[in-house]
């Protein structure tokens, strides 16, 4: 391991901890609202592809009904990142960062074309609870969009540019995420 994956781990387990710890409550209150309004269960798990190309199982709170229509607090928790809470348990076990690429399905990395070994590269860092492409962009990515933000991360990635983009995702749960993407916007992530 390099110095910079041991400060890296440090970085992300000391921050997923303290999130968790401040945010225990929200993810109880939360949690129970699912639970109040729309049954159990309360989490959804789901296999990703991870560093390596190793597959893991990510745990969020469940926003979904069973035929995949949104649920109203589903949305609401959705518009403030409250659903990606749980993924700090997947930090803490290695199997994803603070910051990195989105983990994806495997069906995603085939529908978006990415099994090729000449988009391994993504694949050097875990994957992220956030990152540059999903502060970056005010919609959804197209896949060369997200790639080429991926590949500008993976390669000029720094603890500097991990704490911004953490901190520009912190304000979702203040902001709202369209506004908080608009000031990411503003900070030049995602511009060529």
Not at 138 to 147: A, E, S
Not at 159 to 171: E, G, H, M, P, Y
Request: charged fraction near 25%; aromatic fraction near 6%.
């Amino acid at each position: 391991m390099t110095v910079r994956s041991v400060s890296d781990r440090v970085f992300d387990c000391v921050g997923a901890a303290a999130m968790l710890a401040l945010g225990c409550p929200l993810l109880a209150f939360a949690a129970l609202a699912i639970r109040v309004t729309d049954g159990a269960p309360v989490l959804f798990r789901q296999e990703r592809v991870g560093r390596g190309r190793r597959l893991f199982r990510i745990i969020k709170l469940r926003t979904m009904t069973a035929d995949g229509r949104i649920t109203t607090v589903g949305s609401l928790l959705r518009d403030l990142g409250i659903d990606e809470l749980p993924q700090l348990v997947n930090v803490l076990r290695g199997d994803m960062a603070l910051v990195g690429p989105r983990a994806l399905t495997a069906a995603d990395v085939r529908r978006v074309g990415w099994e090729s070994p000449s988009f391994d590269l993504r694949w050097r860092v875990a994957p992220g609870i956030t990152g540059a492409a999903q502060i970056a962009a005010l919609r959804r990515c197209h896949p060369r969009t997200t790639w080429r933000l991926d590949r500008r991360y993976v390669l000029g990635r720094s603890t500097r540019t991990d704490a911004a983009i953490l901190a520009a995702s912190l304000l979702v749960p203040l902001v709202g995420k369209q506004r908080a993407r608009r000031i990411a916007r503003r900070l030049r992530w995602g511009r060529s």
